[in-house]
């Protein structure tokens, strides 16, 4: 079973667009991060969020415990948001045990 | 400069070929780990090492071994390789004491085993 699920698979946005990304768990957790991941590329930190609302730049994430899921809005797209945006979860005390959705593809164009 | 570095970053192998790959990091990190990516399943977890030769079996374990013998250095080794082991492998390292659950990847080790 699948234990992280993202939605949509694929999103193709305009520049300037907003984009609503999301990611529920099939188990409690108590911490979830969002990733950004380039085509080929190595997998980057954006945002740790294990609860409530978290802002970086353009990004903000919401995540909601009790009802198992998590958000990543994305305002003002740009063509360099463009790559895949995975979310994980870590089911234990040790950092680093994530397990992670398939990720939302994310193409953004002019 | 906190890197990440892995070799070789492509490889291809036949089946029951022995495969190395190698893992750097100049953080000084004591945690490190070992990811594979495979389209529609996103990441999973071979392997987790807490220290120098303090390894921890991941979700994904079978098939694989690790080794670290210094704090800056991860290996992950296929004893002869299958078919189904063709994917790209991430390593991965974090400090424990980043509560902001910082974790820092490599580039990735793209592996064909034919």
């Known amino acids: 079973e699948q234990q992280v699920q993202q939605s949509p698979a694929s999103l193709v946005l305009q520049e300037g667009e907003n984009a609503e990304l999301q990611c529920s768990f099939s188990?409690?957790?108590?911490?979830v991060q969002w990733f950004y991941q380039r085509p080929g590329g190595r997998l980057v930190s954006l945002l740790y969020?294990?609860?409530g609302t978290k802002q970086s730049g353009r990004l903000t994430s919401t995540t909601v415990i009790k009802e198992r899921r998590s958000s990543l809005h994305i305002s003002s797209s740009q063509i360099t948001d463009s790559g895949t945006y995975l979310c994980?979860?870590?089911?234990?005390?040790?950092?680093?045990?994530?397990?992670f959705g398939a990720g939302t593809q994310l193409i953004v164009i002019p | 400069d906190m890197k990440v570095t892995q070799m070789p970053r492509y490889l291809i192998k036949r089946m029951g070929e022995n495969v190395l790959l190698e893992c750097g990091q100049d953080?000084?990190?004591?945690?490190m780990y070992w990811y594979r990516q495979d389209p529609g399943l996103g990441l999973q977890l071979i392997y987790i090492?807490?220290?120098?030769?303090?390894?921890s079996e991941g979700d994904i374990p079978k098939g694989y071994r690790v080794s670290r013998k210094k704090r800056e250095h991860f290996s992950l080794i296929l004893d002869s390789a299958k078919t189904n082991q063709t994917s790209v492998y991430f390593c991965?390292?974090?400090?424990?004491?980043?509560?902001?659950?910082?974790?820092?990847f490599g580039e990735g080790s793209k592996l064909t085993v034919l």
């Open positions: 991965a390292s974090s400090s424990p004491g980043a509560n902001t659950g910082q974790l820092y």
């Open positions: 994980a979860m870590n089911r234990g005390s040790a950092l680093g045990r994530l397990h």
């Open positions: 953080m000084s990190h004591e945690t």
């Open positions: 090492s807490y220290d120098v030769d303090s390894n």
């Open positions: 188990i409690f957790t108590n911490q």
């Open positions: 969020n294990p609860s």
